[in-house]
């Protein structure tokens, strides 16, 4: 098998890293690479324990897409009913599942089973009844309000054909840059409209939301070759309000988007030592932030000096 490397690529979380917290991007995308293997040093394994762990509300959010996604692939395949009740039971595994892999610390020997956040930095054992309660409510309300959103009658309306791959990972090339980008649902609509869904169980409104869904119209606009005139963009808010919310995005837009990305790429490339092998500069080029808000619920706080008391 080829030797993985660590190339450079852009996202938008790595974007949002980036510009959040220097010391929190090298120790993600540098400091942590290799730490699967036997061979890394203790830091490296440690450092990628800290990278792979997820919040509470991020692991309630990607078991809600997971279960959405897995509901649109079984009726692709056999048209099987997409019920809020067997949803919510699915899901209900998912989780119990999911606690078992965090309290049983089975990310020590597989870093990639769950791992929460608040967990490791608790007593390891168990949480605030108010806060699995939390999880269930965004994770259970999610889903009902996806099966009974209107949204879904009109995708489960459109012919298969018209369909794109469900929520999978892929990637596009702007100016040489790769840049990564996981659309949760697309399809044509009947008036020959692509119509891009992103289901999001987080906040109503965020600048996050424009930025990404910029990404998905440009990869749209390079993988299946539509015009911005010929796309929906739409967020659904699933905690909140089954009504989607649509964004219009102008050419202009996507200009602008383009140009974000190549502007945040380039300063992410100022800290390569060696940028033809995305080598970085060393630890002490990526500066902390003094924001105890932000510091407090950083994955990474356990090694970071900046909450150690350490020189940074
Ligand atoms: S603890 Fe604060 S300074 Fe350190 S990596 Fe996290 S966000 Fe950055």
């Known amino acids: ?97 999911g606690w078992m892999e965090a309290v049983n610390r089975e990310w020590i020997r597989q870093p990639k089973k769950n791992n929460l956040q608040e967990l490791y930095y608790g007593n390891g054992k168990s949480l605030p009844k108010e806060k699995t309660d939390a999880v269930r409510e965004i994770v259970y309300g999610s889903l009902q309000t996806f099966t009974e959103s209107d949204v879904l009658q009109e995708i489960l309306a459109a012919p298969q054909m018209s369909w794109k791959p469900v929520d999978q990972l892929d990637t596009f090339e702007l100016n040489g840059t790769k840049v990564w980008c996981a659309i949760d649902f697309a399809f044509t609509d009947p008036a020959g409209r692509l119509t891009i869904i992103d289901w999001k169980t987080g906040k109503k409104e965020s600048d996050a939301i424009r930025e990404q869904l910029a990404c998905y119209a440009y990869f749209a606009c390079d993988k299946w070759q539509v015009s911005c005139e010929n796309m929906r963009l739409l967020g659904v808010f699933l905690q909140h309000d089954p009504a989607p919310k649509w964004y219009n995005l102008t050419e202009a837009d996507l200009f602008e988007a383009q140009n974000a990305i190549l502007e945040s790429a380039a300063a992410m490339r100022t800290k390569l030592a060696d940028v033809e092998n995305n080598t970085p500069q060393p630890e002490s080029a990526f500066p902390t932030i003094d924001n105890e808000r932000v510091c407090r619920k950083c994955k990474f706080r356990e090694v970071c000096p900046q909450m150690n008391g350490a020189e940074t």
């Open 1 to 97: 098998m080829a030797e993985l490397t660590n190339d450079f690529s852009w996202s938008v979380s790595r974007d949002q890293m980036f510009r959040s917290c220097q010391r929190a991007y090298y120790y993600h995308y540098y400091a942590s690479w290799g730490g699967w293997s036997d061979d890394a040093s203790e830091q490296t394994r440690k450092l990628y324990t800290l990278k792979n762990m997820k919040t509470l509300e991020m692991w309630a959010g990607s078991v809600v897409h997971e279960t959405i996604a897995e509901a649109l692939r079984r009726y692709a395949h056999d048209q099987s009913e997409i019920r809020t009740g067997e949803l919510q039971a699915r899901a209900r595994s998912k989780l119990r599942k």
